[in-house]
């Protein structure tokens, strides 16, 4: 009996090693994996957990794409776009397409093996959440609304890609354009403005909680849609109401999809409707269609470029503008 102990005792013993030895191989990359990772919350207050310098990075919106390179990182895939300037062009040109921004392919995500997706905040994208969880892949949202956003996002991604200096200087050279706009524009007068964001089945008015409201109002504000304290959102229905009670002096047109039928459309819709013709924009021809490359997304780091538009339909007494320094 005793002899048949000693065996079962010496078996336990080795099983015992063998699950201490097991254990600690599998601790030890992990160990290593935790020291090069880092904790952040994204725009929809999700903590994460992702590669401190991750590798493969797949980008959903062109937005954050152009940023994600301005900062001096590289992507292994793109989203389908026609938002991206020559130059980008180039340097992804060879990388793969992981569909629009309003449907990524995930089968096609996953299968590149992705260890970090950016995305930013649309129904489309935080869908995918779940899926990549479950895949192992952490999905960051990465919303951009202001101009702050955009200095803050090309800090951040120069950490990722470990190229702080590159994006050190890029954001330097963000914040003086910026300053040389704004330079420009202050003590004028601000008129009243309207801008009118439109998809080819309805429209509305941005406030100062959109990117490009947000702009309107770092050159003087005036956007009627702020004067609401009600409004809350960055996109509030358009309201005729509204409109004639505050009588915009300048309106701009954002458009979504079709922006040829998106226009004829408004044009037909002010025609039909005579109290536009009541309307001071409309009355002075002070009517401007705004470029989709710089303003139906995020224009990164052109947003001086963007300024500079918007601050010569507002100001046009003052002639052309420039975002050079002194």
Request: aromatic share 10%.
């Amino acid at each position: 009996m005793q002899k048949y102990f000693h065996k079962f005792l010496v078996m336990w013993l080795i099983l015992i090693v063998c699950a201490i030895y097991f254990f600690m191989e599998r601790a030890a990359p992990q160990i290593q994996s935790e020291q090069n990772v880092r904790i952040v919350i994204d725009s929809v207050g999700r903590e994460i957990v992702i590669p401190e310098h991750p590798k493969r990075v797949v980008i959903l919106n062109a937005s954050n794409l152009e940023l994600y390179y301005a900062a001096g990182g590289q992507a292994i895939a793109k989203p389908v776009s026609s938002a991206f300037d020559v130059e980008l062009q180039k340097k992804i040109a060879d990388i793969p397409e992981i569909g629009f921004i309003h449907s990524p392919n995930l089968e096609k995500i996953i299968s590149l093996q992705p260890d970090l997706v950016i995305g930013t905040n649309v129904p489309f994208h935080n869908a995918l959440k779940d899926a990549l969880q479950k895949a192992g892949i952490p999905l960051y949202i990465n919303s951009l609304s202001s101009y702050e956003d955009v200095l803050k996002t090309i800090t951040f991604y120069g950490e990722l890609a470990n190229t702080k200096d590159r994006a050190i200087e890029k954001r330097r050279d963000i914040e003086t354009e910026y300053a040389a706009v704004i330079n420009q524009v202050k003590g004028k007068k601000t008129p009243k403005s309207l801008i009118v964001f439109g998809s080819p089945d309805s429209y509305s008015m941005a406030t100062k909680k959109s990117f490009s409201g947000d702009l309107v109002n770092r050159l003087g504000g005036g956007n009627i849609a702020d004067l609401n304290n009600n409004f809350g959102d960055s996109y509030v229905p358009l309201s005729m109401e509204y409109i004639t009670q505050k009588d915009p002096e300048v309106i701009f047109i954002i458009t979504m999809g079709n922006s040829q039928k998106v226009m004829e459309n408004f044009k037909t819709n002010m025609k039909e409707n005579p109290i536009w013709n009541d309307v001071s924009a409309v009355k002075n021809d002070r009517i401007y269609q705004l470029p989709a490359d710089l303003f139906t997304v995020n224009p990164g780091t052109q947003v001086a470029k963007a300024m500079l538009l918007l601050a010569e339909y507002l100001y046009p007494e003052e002639g052309k503008y420039d975002n050079k320094a002194g």
